[in-house]
């Protein structure tokens, strides 16, 4: 237990050194529906060309949730993300193939730049991508790739990287199934057995697109206080990431916190905003309801489900793995048969991708008392205005 006096609200301006320990100091603690306001630095590209960087991105340092405990879920609620300066940033690339892109002032659209453009802002790269000052990465910008220009992308940032410390050291980039998978038997101090991997690991590196402002992230606690934290913040994202990479841009974040007693889980479940939902995953309106339950009584059935949507994040190997792992979560959280949450998958919902090669979302219409048996129907009847 954390024996400092909590706070009501907790900066965060420091970063990690690209490893997830739980063996190193939290910041906080930030008391229970507190709130965590964090400047975030760019991600990947930065990071992997930094060698005093152990993981691949450069997340805060966690914070401390007080009343959190192994066993006990925390909800975040993400009220803002705001880039640092819209209208200058410039983001990475793969190598194969990358470009340079800066955004408007109102922060809605960005354009891929020519040559001349890109090494002007390679010149003065932690400036146009407002490094935050205690971040030690270095400005992937310096590279000025240009082999995309004139090419317009609309901008709805998002986090690539949110959730809570695993139980044991991972590089924060393989907090996840399908990076952490590459630790296992691998040829340096972080290798774990797949045993180690899946006990360990909380998924916080998910790069779902909907993990955006309004959503409400509800998280697994594996060590004392949670140990939250956040970064990668993308500007853009299609469903996929299909290149590997995508705008990585500073920011500035701000969260709120609940911890939800003896709601253990096993990775993250999400409440995206409810324009981001799958069609068939929508609440139902009062019109919807009655059509359905006239319709039902024309055949001897008198009672509907009242049903609430919720996102299961899986993650593996691949695709396959990654599906099969949240429809598992998804069965033994709500005390189902995988083939029941598949087929309710089907009917009033959808599975999405959230990062190739191996992060999924299933997401469906679950009845309203296995949730209000697990204490989650307030935070969803909040989320949905149900």
């Known amino acids: 237990m954390d024996h400092r006096q909590s706070q009501e609200t907790v900066f965060v301006h420091t970063f990690t050194n690209g490893v997830l ?25 930065g990071p992997m060309i930094t060698p005093a960087l152990r993981g691949g991105h450069e997340v805060t340092q966690p914070v401390y949730v007080e009343g959190a405990e192994v066993g006990d879920s925390i909800a975040i609620r993400i009220q803002s993300i705001r880039c640092v300066k819209c209208g200058a940033d410039a983001t990475p690339f793969t ?52 082999d995309l220009v004139g090419a317009v992308a609309r901008l709805r940032p998002f986090l690539g990287q949110i959730g809570t410390t695993p139980s044991r050291a991972l590089p924060d980039s393989h907090n996840a199934g399908d990076f952490g998978f590459f630790l296992v038997g691998a040829p340096h101090e972080y290798a774990v057995t797949m045993e180690q991997l899946n006990e360990a690991k909380t998924d916080g590196h998910m790069d779902i697109s909907r993990v955006r402002e309004g ?15 956040l970064g990668d913040m993308h500007a853009l994202q299609g469903d996929g990431e299909i290149a590997g990479h995508t705008c990585d841009v500073s920011g500035i974040v701000t969260l709120q916190v609940h911890v939800i007693k003896g709601l253990a889980l096993d990775g993250p479940l999400l409440l995206p905003k409810e324009e981001d939902l799958p069609y068939l995953a929508k609440p139902l309106s009062v019109e919807e309801k009655e059509a359905a339950l006239r319709e039902a009584e024309k055949w001897g059935v008198h009672h509907i489900e009242e049903t609430a949507p919720v996102s299961f994040v899986g993650s593996g190997e691949n695709l396959n793995a990654a599906t099969d792992n949240a429809l598992e979560r998804a069965a033994g959280l709500l005390m189902m048969t995988v083939p029941e949450v598949k087929n309710r998958a ?8 959230g990062r190739h090669p191996g992060v999924v979302t299933v997401t469906f219409l679950v009845p309203v008392d296995r949730l209000r048996r697990l204490g989650m129907m307030q935070l969803i009847r909040e989320q949905y205005q149900m």
């Open 21 to 45: 320990d739980p063996g190193k100091p939290m910041l906080g603690p930030v008391r229970d529906g507190g709130h965590i306001v964090a400047n975030t630095a760019p991600g990947c590209w």
């Open 95 to 146: 190598f194969t193939h990358g470009y340079t892109i800066a955004f408007d002032a109102g922060g809605t659209l960005g354009v891929t730049l020519p040559q001349e453009a890109a090494e002007r802002i390679a010149g003065e790269g932690r400036r146009y991508m407002a490094t935050p000052e205690n971040s030690i990465q270095n400005p992937v910008v310096t590279f000025a790739p240009h």
């Open 346 to 353: 089907t009917i009033t919902g959808s599975i999405e991708i």
């Open 215 to 229: 959503a409400v992230l509800i998280c697994p606690v594996k060590v004392p206080g949670g140990g939250v934290y």
